[in-house]
């Protein structure tokens, strides 16, 4: 029997519609699968945001320079300093350059010498770069290009690299964390450090001495006799708003787009504090937004595969936030972005876990007992991500001048709060003994002090200035800085300071003893609002580091501000 033209082509359109109804059916669950790269939180970041090069935030956090004779400095290093990428005037090649110019020497000789031998050849004329976590050595000779370095397996990890005048044919590589010290020699080298070290000389530095030269201690942190700096307090809102219950369909906006299109298996959890909790599944990926405005997000990385290295992983945490962070809505651009620290998946060791600052008007902001982002890696994978950026007025936003002032003498400040240090490490069960001291505990007052005095100063292992970020707590008046509407605010200490701004001029600062001083900030309250609502501010520090505690100081006003725990 023949089958007509009419039925055959009804036929072919039930195929067709079949077959669509298939291929849409398979991407369904294709696409239910997707990793947790495939996805970008709602209004956080572009699909499209550019790449952030990981040797952008590879810089180191600081650079000591010896011009020989006891004379120091330590900057803060720019790209010419480090590898030459933006050379600046009277500035040739990086320590990048010039480590790569040693490399293609001859015969190269690795050893391993002593702290004491180290801390000797560092004296005379030299430069030290320090960064603030442990680097695989091997794996950034390969990135760097620094291929006739790796013919040693001595060096499994380091913290920092140098050169000095006093072993000319030399670099040294080291890690202070594990006090392990190396020297590679070359009978002849074309690099020219000296050329680096006399660029830095030219710019006119401050000038710092190891903490032994104030104290009579053995300490070779370096700290400034005096410093004029131009930091004051910067205002900072929240950088993630509108996140409790009153916005709970942007919360879920975040969560598919995180968890995928299908939204069914994904539970929502209001917690008594106004936290909300996204599950997707059993726990496979969860959301946590909090009412400060950071949030967190964890996948079980399951389907993660291979085992990346240091710089694939890095990689991997970097592409996670120019995808999904949220650098462009608080005002960040990536060259403000830097590691902070780098920890090794306990689990297998398939993952790493990245932490990452950022820095405004040149100087790092820090919190307390938390980071600014947080990537964790396994194998492939972005499996935690937890962003608790902060949307603040760089200095360089506001056209006025602020004038330079005299901070407060970092030595000083130990000096006046050596005990409040020894009591809180102590608190903490962290042990502090003077080297070389047999005083039992029925010391008298004046020898406990000095044993606390010299276990402290023996503990300091850096110090820096900075911006401490205050908890969303802080009270204006609280702090001197002048009363948003112009009233009185209460001075540290007890004493008053007149505010017409509630930024801290030179006369803005708190009055000594019972006077008052009049607030000369120049910035007017509404200035600094963000609908009704006044900002937090970032507070300008001296941090100093002991036992691996950080203690923050106001820089004008003195008093300890804060400490990690």
């Known amino acids: 029997m023949d089958i007509s033209k009419t039925a055959i082509e009804k036929i072919k359109n039930v195929l067709i519609v079949v077959l669509v109804l298939s291929t849409i059916l398979l991407l369904y669950f294709l696409w239910s699968d997707s990793t947790v790269g495939d996805f970008s939180l709602a209004g956080l970041g572009s699909s499209r945001a550019e790449p952030i090069p990981a040797k952008s935030v590879l810089n180191p956090d600081k650079i000591t320079v010896s011009f020989g004779a006891e004379n120091y400095t330590v900057i803060a290093p720019t790209a010419a300093d480090w590898d030459g990428s933006a050379p600046s005037a009277g ?26 031998d180290f801390v000797d050849v560092m004296r005379a004329r030299s430069i030290m770069a320090d960064f603030p976590f442990t680097m695989p050595f091997a794996e950034f000779c390969s990135e760097y290009g620094l291929r006739g370095l790796t013919r040693t397996d001595l060096i499994e990890s380091f913290t920092g690299v140098a050169y000095s005048e006093a072993s000319p044919n030399s670099v040294f590589f080291f890690n202070k964390r594990e006090e392990r010290y190396y020297r590679l020699a070359a009978d002849g080298s074309d690099a020219d450090f000296e050329s680096l070290i006399s660029g830095i000389e030219g710019r006119g530095n401050a000038s710092f001495y190891p903490l032994r030269m104030y104290s009579g201690i053995e300490n070779e942190v370096m700290i400034p006799l005096d410093m004029q700096i131009s930091m004051e307090p910067i205002p900072y809102w929240g950088a993630v708003d509108g996140m409790g219950e009153d916005e709970g369909d942007e919360g879920a906006g975040m969560a598919k787009k995180l968890f995928g299109n299908s939204f069914d298996f994904t539970r929502k959890i209001t917690e008594g504090n106004g936290t909300t909790v996204y599950m997707y599944g059993y726990g496979e990926r969860v959301l946590v937004l909090n009412q400060d405005g950071s949030f967190e997000y964890s996948a079980s990385g399951r389907d993660s595969n291979g085992v990346p290295s240091f710089f694939e992983a890095l990689d991997i945490a970097l592409d996670f936030i120019s995808q999904h962070g949220a650098l462009e809505a608080c005002g960040m651009t990536a060259d403000r972005l830097y590691l902070r ?77 050596f005990m409040p240090i020894f009591d809180v490490l102590d608190g903490l069960q962290i042990a502090l003994e003077p080297e070389g001291s047999e005083a039992g505990a029925d010391a008298g007052a004046d020898m406990a ?46 004493q008053q300071g007149t505010g017409a701004g509630v930024g801290a001029g030179t006369g803005g600062q708190p009055g000594a003893g019972s006077q008052q001083g009049t607030g000369a900030g120049g910035q007017q309250a509404d200035a600094w609002m ?36």
């Open 449 to 494: 002090k000095e044993m606390a005095f010299e276990a402290v100063v023996r503990g300091v292992s850096d110090v820096s200035a900075g911006y401490l970020r205050r908890e969303p707590s802080f009270a204006w008046e609280a702090e001197g800085y002048g009363a948003p509407d112009g009233g009185v605010g209460a001075g540290a200490g007890g």
């Open 530 to 565: 963000y609908g009704d609502q006044l900002p937090d501010m970032l507070l300008p520090v001296w941090v100093f580091t002991v036992m691996g505690v950080d203690f923050y100081f106001d820089m004008y006003g003195g008093d300890l501000v804060g400490h990690t725990a």
């Open 341 to 417: 620290k780098v920890e090794t998946d306990p689990d297998g060791g398939r993952g790493y876990r990245f932490s990452f600052g950022f820095s405004t008007g040149g100087y790092a902001v820090h919190y307390l007992n938390d980071e600014a982002l947080v990537v964790g890696t396994m194998g492939d994978q972005a499996t935690y991500f937890k962003q608790n950026l902060i949307d603040c007025q760089d200095i360089i936003s506001y056209p006025e001048d602020w004038a330079e002032q005299e901070a407060l003498r970092p030595f000083d400040l130990l000096t006046e709060n």
């Open 91 to 116: 500035m040739g090649a990086g320590i990048i350059q010039e480590l790569q110019a040693f490399s293609l020497s001859g015969m190269i000789l690795t050893s391993v010498i002593s702290k004491n």
